[in-house]
C-alpha cells in the first residue's frame, strides 16, 4: 500500500487481538438500541461508553426530501463528556457506510461491527465499504491533457490504485481545490478556458471562459470567486479574470499589468493583490465591489505576493531589486523594504502567519522573515535552485529544480537567535528540471496526517510517499501510461464542524438498511448506528450497472507461449446478482509504459464467471480493463486490474546446455 499509519496500524492489531471495545477493567458500557431512519432524517442515536456519549443523526442535504440514494445527505456526529456534556473537540473519529450485516469471513460467518471495522482498517480490497468517510485521494497533474486520481488505500498488486482519470480539452498548468474539496479548478493556458471538476464523481463539469492564457488560479478565503492570472502577452489581454464559483461564471477582467501574475488575499476576503512581474506593480482589488483600487510599485520584477494576517500585511519579493516590499493591507501603503540580495522568488508564510520564509533560486537559500517586526532573521542553506515551497504542521518542504534533492526545516527552529534545523532526503532519480516542460502547479503537497509529504519525481513518473523523519520513501506509485508532472490531495475524511460536532455531506451510495460503523481512539471503541435509505426510481438504470470482481489466482505470471487465464466476475449494481449471458465481454490489456496492446474475448465458464485467455509473451507490468457495451463496461475504476510477467523460464534441455 501507499501507506500504513501507525496508528492505523495500532488500531488494527487492537480490533485483531479483541482489545477494542473494552477495557481490561470492564467499563460499563450503555447504549441504546439502533432506531430506524425515518423517511426525512434518521433519529438521533446515542450510545455511551467509558464517560463518552456519542449521538448519531444522518439529514437530507434538502429539508422535507427524504434519505434516498443517490440524494445529498449530512452526517453528524455528537461527541460529548456523559457526566458534564462538554463537546470532545479534536479526537478524530473514524466512520464507514455499509450495508448491513453483508460482510462474511472466510467460512461463510457474518461479521460483526468490531471485526468489519478491523477488515475496512487492514484495507482489504475485497472488504471494501461503500462509503469510507476516512479516506483521501491523490491527485497527480500529467503531461498530457489529464489528471490521474489514485486511491493510496489499495495495494498496487491485483487490483489498481489507480481510481480514476480525468481527461481534459488541454495541457493544465496550475490547480486549486475549494475549502471543502468539492471542486477542483484547473488552469489551461492553450485552452483559455479553467476545467471545473466535482471532486465526487472526478469528472468535468464546466468549462469556464477565461480570458488569455489563464495560468495561476486562487481561489479567496471565503470561497466566492476564483481569481485567474493572464500571461497574455499584449496589455490588453495581461491581468486578471474573476469567476463566480456559484455560477461559474466570469464577472470581471481588468488588465492590471504585464508579466507573470501571483495573486494573494486579505484573511477577510477584502482585498486581492496581483502581482506583475514585467510593469513592476502590485494591483490592489475591492472584492466586495470587484473594483481596482490601486497600483503600488513594489520594483522592476515583483515575482511572488504572499499575504501574513498575523501582521496584516502583504510581502512582495523583487528577484532583480533583490528586496521584498511590506505593504500594509489597511492602509495600502509601503510600511517597509527589506533587502535580500537579487534571485529572490517564491514567498510563503507558514500556518500561522508568522514567519515568511523566501526561496532564493541564485543562491540556493532560503531567507526567513520574521512578521512581527518586517526583519530579515535567518539565511539557511537548502537544494539548488529552490522553486517550491510547502508546509506540513511542523515542518517546511523546499524543492529544487537543480537537485533530486528536498530539505525539509523544522518550523519549531525558526526565529531569532535560533539555529534553523534542516534535513534532506531523495525524491526520485535526478533533477526535476531533466525532465522539462514543468507546470506552475506544486509537485510536493502534504498527505492528510499532517506528518508527510508526497513528492512527485517527474524524472521517473513516480509519486514517493515520504513520513517526517525517514530517510526513504515508504512507498511510492509509478504513474503507468502517463507522465505526473504535480500532485495534490483531495480529503474525505469528517471534519469538526463545530466543537464537538463532527460530519460532512455525503451522497448516499446505495438503498436499504445500511450501518454506519464508527470508530474512536480515545477512549477506544466501536459501534454501528442504523440507517434506512429509500430506493431511487430515477436510478434504476445505474442499479443495473455491472461491477467486476477480478478472481486471479496471482498476480504474477510466467512469460510464455501458453495463455495466462485471466477469469472474473460480472455482478450487477448494488444487487450483487451475477450478469449471466453477456456475449461482448472483452479484456483490453497493454504493456506498460510502451504502447503495445491486445483484446481477448471472453466466455462465461460459471454463473456471471467468465474468462479470457491473454498472450503474454513479454515480461513487464500489464493493465486489464474489462470491456463491454451491454454491461456499459469500459472507462470506470472498478474494471481496472494489473499484472505482473515475469521472465519466461529457460526450457530444461536449454538449461543442460
Not at 434519505?67 to 453528524?76: K, P, Y
Not at 463537546?87 to 473519529?93: D, F
Amino acid at each position: 500500500m501507499m501507506q500504513t499509519a501507525m496508528a492505523t496500524g495500532v488500531l488494527v492489531l487492537l480490533v485483531s487481538a479483541g482489545l477494542y471495545l473494552h477495557r481490561a477493567n470492564g467499563q460499563h458500557v450503555t447504549a441504546q438500541p439502533p432506531v430506524a431512519a425515518k423517511a426525512g432524517a434518521s433519529e438521533r442515536q446515542r450510545v455511551t461508553r467509558d464517560g463518552v456519549s456519542i449521538e448519531f443523526e444522518a439529514l437530507p442535504a434538502v429539508a422535507g426530501e427524504p434519505l434516498m440514494e443517490g440524494n445529498l445527505a449530512d452526517i453528524r456526529f455528537h461527541i460529548r463528556d456523559a457526566a458534564s456534556g462538554q463537546p470532545l473537540s479534536g479526537v478524530a473519529p473514524g466512520a464507514w457506510l455499509d450495508p448491513a450485516s453483508t460482510t462474511v469471513s472466510r467460512d461463510g460467518r457474518k461479521l460483526g461491527c468490531k471485526a468489519r471495522i478491523g477488515l475496512y482498517l487492514k484495507g482489504v480490497m475485497g472488504a471494501r465499504a461503500l462509503l469510507d468517510l476516512n479516506s483521501y485521494y491523490l491527485l497527480l497533474m500529467n503531461k498530457d491533457p489529464s489528471i490521474s486520481v489514485i486511491d493510496p488505500s489499495i495495494s498496487v498488486g491485483g487490483i489498481t490504485s489507480t481510481l480514476s482519470r480525468i481527461p481534459l480539452k488541454r495541457a493544465p498548468m496550475d490547480w486549486v481545490v475549494s475549502n471543502a474539496d468539492k471542486r477542483l479548478y484547473v488552469s489551461m493556458p492553450d485552452a483559455g478556458e479553467i476545467a471545473v471538476v466535482d471532486t465526487e464523481s472526478f469528472q468535468v463539469l464546466s468549462y469556464v471562459a477565461a480570458g488569455s492564457e489563464p495560468v495561476r488560479v486562487a481561489l479567496q478565503p471565503d470561497g466566492r470567486y476564483l481569481w485567474v492570472g493572464n500571461n497574455a502577452p499584449d496589455s490588453v489581454g495581461s491581468g486578471v479574470t474573476v469567476i463566480d464559483t456559484q455560477t461559474l461564471e466570469k464577472v470581471f477582467s481588468y488588465p492590471s499589468g504585464q508579466g507573470f501574475h501571483e495573486i494573494s488575499f486579505s484573511d477577510d476576503s477584502r482585498h486581492a493583490f496581483v502581482s506583475n512581474r514585467d510593469s513592476g506593480t502590485l494591483s490592489v482589488f475591492d472584492i466586495s465591489s470587484l473594483r481596482h483600487i490601486s497600483d503600488v510599485a513594489t520594483g522592476p520584477q515583483p515575482l511572488s505576493a504572499a499575504y501574513s494576517p498575523l501582521a496584516q500585511a502583504v510581502y512582495v519579493s523583487d528577484g532583480k531589486a533583490g528586496t521584498i516590499s511590506v505593504i500594509d493591507a489597511r492602509t495600502l501603503k509601503t510600511r517597509a523594504l527589506i533587502e535580500t540580495g537579487q534571485g529572490v522568488g517564491p514567498m510563503r508564510f507558514t500556518p500561522d502567519g508568522r514567519f515568511g520564509l523566501v526561496l532564493n533560486t541564485l543562491e540556493n537559500r532560503l531567507l526567513v522573515i520574521d512578521a512581527a517586526n518586517d526583519q530579515r532573521v535567518q539565511a539557511l542553506e537548502v537544494t539548488a535552485e529552490p522553486y517550491q515551497l510547502t508546509f506540513t504542521r511542523a515542518y517546511a518542504y523546499v524543492r529544487g529544480l537543480a537537485s533530486s534533492r528536498v530539505s525539509m526545516i523544522n518550523l519549531a527552529s525558526l526565529g531569532q537567535g535560533k539555529q534553523p534545523i534542516v534535513q534532506d532526503f531523495e525524491a526520485g532519480p535526478a533533477a526535476p528540471k531533466l525532465a522539462g516542460n514543468l507546470p506552475l502547479a506544486d509537485s510536493l503537497t502534504p498527505a492528510r496526517d499532517e506528518a508527510a509529504v508526497f513528492v512527485v519525481s517527474p524524472v521517473d513518473n513516480t509519486a514517493y510517499y515520504y513520513m517526517e523523519g525517514m530517510n526513504a520513501p515508504m512507498s511510492g506509485y509509478l504513474n503507468r501510461g502517463h507522465t505526473a508532472r504535480a500532485a495534490m490531495v483531495v480529503d474525505r475524511s469528517l471534519r469538526e464542524l463545530q466543537p464537538g460536532v463532527y460530519g460532512g455531506r455525503i451522497k448516499l451510495p446505495a438503498a436499504g438498511q445500511l450501518d454506519m460503523a464508527f470508530m474512536l481512539n480515545q477512549p477506544q471503541m466501536t459501534h454501528c448506528f442504523a440507517v434506512e435509505v429509500q430506493e431511487n426510481p430515477g436510478l434504476e438504470k445505474l442499479r443495473a450497472t455491472a461491477k467486476v470482481q477480478f478472481m486471479l489466482e496471482q498476480a504474477t505470471v510466467r512469460a510464455g507461449n501458453e495463455p495466462v487465464l485471466a477469469r472474473f466476475r460480472v455482478v450487477q449494481g448494488t444487487t450483487g446478482k451475477p450478469w449471466q449471458g453477456l456475449q461482448d465481454l472483452q479484456v483490453r490489456y497493454y504493456l506498460a509504459p510502451s504502447a503495445w496492446q491486445a483484446t481477448a474475448l471472453a466466455r462465461e465458464v460459471e454463473e456471471g464467471v467468465y474468462e479470457a485467455p491473454l498472450q503474454i509473451k513479454r515480461a513487464g507490468a500489464y493493465y486489464l480493463q474489462v470491456q463491454s457495451s451491454t454491461a456499459r463496461l469500459g472507462g470506470n475504476g472498478q474494471s481496472f486490474a494489473s499484472l505482473r510477467a515475469l521472465p519466461a523460464q529457460p526450457s530444461t534441455e536449454a538449461a543442460a546446455h
